[in-house]
């Protein structure tokens, strides 16, 4: 479960694809990744081993998406 506290720290800019909203996603309490909520286009996981940098890999994943290193696996293609 993703805490208020990170989420309000990290700056996701909107899909490049569609303009959709974009989602930090954490799983398994192991890696995070961002997908986009319209399209589904999504960043690599990156994965996390301890605490301290749990919140350096969910900076690492939101620059990933900003600057564009995104899986574009969206439908209608
Ligand atoms: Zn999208």
Redo the contacts with the bound molecule.
Sequence with gaps: MLDLELIKKIDLQD?P????PAILEEENGRWFYVV?G????VTCEIEYTSDENREEAAQQVAHLWNIGKINKT?VGE
């Design positions: 899909c694809y569609c303009g959709g986009c319209d399209c589904g286009s969206g």
